[in-house]
Each structure stands twice: as structure tokens, then as C-alpha cells.
């Protein structure tokens, strides 16, 4: 009989996932877990069966843009394939931004709604990008206190009627730098303002902070990656024409991307970018040519303004990364089960098995630390947090995205060596995998630029540090002393390279190495609390970074 291979196969993503279940049984009280429940086995049925045969018969279509129409009218339409106009309904139906603010569980909402991201991320293609942007609009624009924005937009952004259901852009990147988005050269005028003189300008840009916030704006500029080009909203950066340099000089801006007639106001769509992954997200450039625009929240500190966004989605995007790689560790196993070689299936070879053990044991890591930052993002939120936990928020919330997203990129790698050639070949659905991780580590943040956000976010005496040291303390208080020296070691090495740095002048260039080790001896502390058998794999992998 000819040979023939068996491929992998996803089963519900809820009920085959232990982790995901002993984690909302530890956290959640029993009456939310109760309640929340039926929503995620449904959405695990969903993510293991439609969507994910959806996603592999949708794998060659792209985004399209058509910028004329036959008459010579510019149009600059975008269709997008059918998974993720799929995904956009039942992301609306299912409450994946809804879930959020709805607050049906207090301060576990948010943890309910990352569990039904974690499920659904993996089979929608990176359809999480616009949600993420979604939902942090949302929490901007609540935050801002502008009263028309928030009755204007919010309730689109945060409805379950797909009819209803508004995504938003986040337009920060420009040709100057996306790191560095104070180089921004876009520029904000007011409205029937156009003419006055550049002296005017500069006596008007004195007195704009206190009059012109209720005002209409016009921008002009180019955004140089702005995704989910779709979007009905975006908010986006400009500078007010005389407003001093740097990023303190630009506002953040709220805009509607088209009028009644569907017709874009006065933005052109340049292309979409050609990109290694994330190929389902159109990511465009766009010419603002006098895009009308309000101001969220003044006419200064736009970057100081935008955070509220930035938090989510960074939050989105540690989740999304521990989605991908349970996604790559299921289908392994699987294949582990049907693959055989040397005589036996791999998953009975013990280098096989400890390989997949270590994808597990990251992946269960980055899992508990996504998950640990949405706990205090839900308890911020609902205002139930203390002073402490609020700094531990603002160091854990870089330190997060940056190590969730790099242990992405190796676990979705392994992966693919974990099939051997047929993880090499696209039709298996499997490279997709790595390129869509290989963005999470660049956008919303590369690791350098989050490295240094963490030591900033230190705070005075560095007190957050303390507070992280006291959180793992707890993490670890009922495991074994071996596992608790490696995170008691490993925070004590942090801490006197810290001291040593800043009298070297060396705390720069080791910024990387230090928010790594925090980051990873965090996700060891929380294995430990979590009780999980995945902690002493994870700490064979090694969680100190320094190595000075
Ligand atoms: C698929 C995709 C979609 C995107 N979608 C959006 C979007 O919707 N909206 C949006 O605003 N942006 C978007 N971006 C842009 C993204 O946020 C930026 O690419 C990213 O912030 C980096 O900015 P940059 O490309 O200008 O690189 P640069 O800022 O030029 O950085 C280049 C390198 O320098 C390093 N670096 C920078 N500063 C320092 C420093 N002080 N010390 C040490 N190293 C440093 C960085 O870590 C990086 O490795 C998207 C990008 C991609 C790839």
C-alpha cells in the first residue's frame, strides 16, 4: 500500500487547551468562569473548525486596492478576502472589543475578553491588528474626556451589531521614524484658516492651546504604515502649524475616514505594503491632503496622549503572540502523534518530546504574562488597582510585548522544523505562522525602543522594580527552592547590574539585556504560581540574560 501522511488536525481550541482552562479556573471566580464558559468553547469550536478550514482555503487571497474606477475617478477602494470580512462579524458578534467595556464581570472583563482573543487570533489572520487598534481607541477616547468624540465613536467601537461595528486606525508612523515619532512632519491647521501668514501662525500657535479644541482641523502629511486601512476612524498624530518640535509639540487627532457617500475625505491611499507577513492586513500609505480632523484632547502632547492606545495594544499584541505559538505547539503535537519515523510516531522519541516540551514551556509563559498584564489592565480599568500595582502595570506592560514577542518568533520557528519539510511548504498553513510573528516584535514598539520605555518606567528609586520583586516573591512562595533560587538569582543579578550600569554609563546599551531578564524570570514566577509542570522546562531554557 502506497504511503500516506496523516496531516495535523485542531480540535475545539478551548477544551484542548489545559493551560488556557487551569488558568480561569485560578483566577476567575466560579460564577464568571460559569458565565464566560459557554462563550469560549464555542469560540474554541469555532477556532479549531470553520475558521481555521476558512483560513486554509482563504491562504492565496490578498487585500486588493483600486485606486480608479473605469471612468477616471479615483476611488481608492480596498476589498479585503473573505476571512476577514468572516472575522470582522463574528468579531463584532462575539464581543471581542465589546467584551471590554460592557463590564458584564468587573474587573475580569478584560481577562474574559483576551480569552476570546487568545482563541480566535490564531484562524483569523491577524484580524486582531484592527481590534487591537479598536479597542485602544476606545480606552483613549474614554480617557480624553472628550464628551462629543466619546458619544460619537464609542458606541460603534464597542457594539456586537456587525452593522453598527466601527474599527480604528492608529496613524503614528511616518518617513521620519516610527521610534522617533516626534519627527513627525505632518501638520494641522484650522479649518478656514488656510491663509494666514507664518507670523500669524506663530502668535495664533501661542494662544491654540487654550481655543481651539472644539474647532475642526485640516491635516496635512503622509503616514507611512498605517494598517487596517479600512477603518471607519483613525487617530492619528499632527503637528498645529507653529507648534514647537518634538513630540510634545504634536496633538492627537480624531478622524473619519469617509463622508455620507463613502467617498474618502481628502486622503489618498498611496499603495499597500508589500510585507513578509501579516499579509491579510492592509497596511497602506496614505497622503493626508487637508483631512478634516478634531482634537481629542489639546494641542499639545499628542505622544503623551495616544498611551491609553499604545497599552492596549501591546496587550493585544502579548496575546496574540501566545495565541501563535499555542497554535504552532497544537499542531505539533498533533503531527508528533501521526508522524513517525525510526520505527515510532515522534511524539514517542524523548528528543521529539523534550523539543515540543520547550515550545510548550515557553509558550505557557508567555501565556501567564499576557495574561498576568490584562488582570491589572481589567483591575485599572475599574479603578481597583493600588498606587504599586499601577507602576507594575506601566514596567510590566513593555517588558511583556517585548519578551512575548520574541519568544513568538522562536516557538513559531520551531515549529516549522517541528513538520520538517512539509513545514517549510506553504500549503500546509504552517510558514504563515512565522511570518505573522516575525511582526510582532517590530510593530507597536520594537524590542530596543520597549527596552528603554521599561527603564524609564522604573520610576523614582526604582520603586517598580521593588514592586516586581515583591510580585514574584508571592509567585513563588509555595514552590520548590530550586525554581525559587533561579527567580530570587536572577532578580538579584538585575538588580546590581542596574546599580553597576548607571555607574559605568553602560544602562543603555544593556537596556535589552535587562528587560529580557526581568521579563522572562517574571514568566518563570508565574509559572510557579500558576503551579504549572511547565516551569522547570522553562527554567532549563534559562531566564538570566545578563551577562555581566
Ligand atoms: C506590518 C506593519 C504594520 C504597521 N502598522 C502600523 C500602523 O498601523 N500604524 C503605525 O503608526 N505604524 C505601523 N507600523 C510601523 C511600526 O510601528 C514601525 O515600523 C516601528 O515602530 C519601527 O519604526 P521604524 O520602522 O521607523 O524603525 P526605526 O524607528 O527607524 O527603527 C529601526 C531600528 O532602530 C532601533 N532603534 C530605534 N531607536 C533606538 C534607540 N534609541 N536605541 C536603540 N535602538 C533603536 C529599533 O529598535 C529598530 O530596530 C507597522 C509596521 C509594520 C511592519
Known sequence: MVFQQQPPTLGNQYLDDPALQSYLKRVLPPDVLREVEPELIEMGRLAGGELYQMQLADR?????LTQWDPWGNRIDHIEVTPLWRTAEKIAAEHGLVA?????????????????LAYLFTPSTDIYSCPL???????????????????????PHLTTRDPNQFWTS????TELTGGSDVGLSETIARPENDAQITQSDRQTRAETWASEDVTR??????????????TSQIALTLARPEGSPPGGRGLALFYLEMRDAHGQLRNIRI??????????????AELTLDGAPAQLVLGTTDGVKNITPLLNITRLWNGISAAALMRRSVALAVDYARKRTAFGAPLAEKPLHRDTLEGMQAESEAAFQFAFFVAELTGRAETNEISEDESMLLRLLTPLMKLTTARQAVAVTSEALEAFGGAGYIEDTGLPVLLRDAQVLPIWEGTTNVLALDA?????????????????AGRSIANVDGELASVVRNALAHAESWLIAA????ELEAGARRFALTLGRTMELALLCKQGSRAAKGFAREGVDRIWS
Not at 467584551?99 to 480569552?115: D, I, L, M, N, T
Not at 475642526?216 to 486601512?229: C, H, I, M, P, V
Not at 499603495?271 to 497596511?283: C, F, H, N
Open 270 to 283: 498611496e499603495r499597500l505594503k508589500d510585507k513578509l507577513g501579516t499579509r491579510k492586513v492592509p497596511t
Open 132 to 154: 487591537a487598534m479598536t479597542d485602544g481607541a476606545a480606552r483613549t477616547l474614554l480617557s480624553s474626556g472628550n464628551q462629543s468624540l466619546i458619544e460619537r465613536a464609542v
Open 502 to 505: 548607571r555607574k559605568s554609563g
Open 169 to 172: 486606525g492608529q496613524w503614528m
Open 216 to 229: 475642526n482641523w485640516l491635516l496635512f502629511g503622509r503616514k507611512w504604515f498605517t494598517s487596517a486601512a
Open 60 to 64: 492565496l487571497n490578498e487585500p486588493r
Open 99 to 115: 467584551a471590554a467595556y460592557e463590564q458584564k464581570h468587573g474587573r475580569f472583563s478584560r481577562v474574559h475578553q483576551c480569552a
Open 455 to 471: 527603564l524609564r518606567a522604573l520610576g523614582p528609586d526604582d520603586r517598580a522594580l521593588q514592586v516586581l520583586k515583591d510580585e
